[in-house]
């Protein structure tokens, strides 16, 4: 009878990361570049009128996070339409081979508008 090797937890637990598909969050760019935000309380209101209440906190770590918390399609749907794009646009697919250098970005990135990109109440005091 031949013996069979059973993988450890650490070994299954790496080839299960190994094929997690990466990603890349582009919410606070896509905030920059298609609504001129550079605060995050601008997106409360915006997401209240679909139903979505967050504190300051939960908005802030929504947007600033490199891989958002788990969240309802309903959410993602309301920041594709607030914001114009298109799911692949906020969430695009990197190579996990490449993921601890620069991600290899599939997709287009979004356009930098030719104005400034920092608004004329970009230090003012929120409000």
């Known amino acids: 009878m031949d013996a069979v090797s059973r ?3 650490n070994e299954q637990n790496e080839e299960l990361q190994a094929r997690q ?14 609504k001129n935000w550079y605060t995050t309380t601008k997106l409360i ?6 139903g979505f209440e967050f504190d300051r906190s939960s908005i802030y770590r ?13 959410l993602i749907l309301a920041l594709c339409k607030i914001l114009d794009c298109r799911f692949e646009d906020l969430v ?13 970005r599939r ?6 508008p030719d104005m400034p990109l920092l608004s004329s109440d970009f230090f003012d005091a929120e409000r």
């Open 7 to 9: 993988q450890g937890p």
């Open 21 to 34: 598909p990466r990603f890349e969050w582009r919410l606070r760019e896509l905030m920059a570049v298609r």
């Open 45 to 50: 209101p915006e997401l209240l009128k679909y």
């Open 62 to 74: 929504l947007v600033k996070a490199d891989h958002p918390p788990k969240m309802p399609i309903e």
């Open 92 to 104: 695009v697919e990197t190579e996990p081979d490449s993921a601890a250098e620069e991600p290899t």
């Open 107 to 112: 997709g287009p990135r979004p356009a930098v």
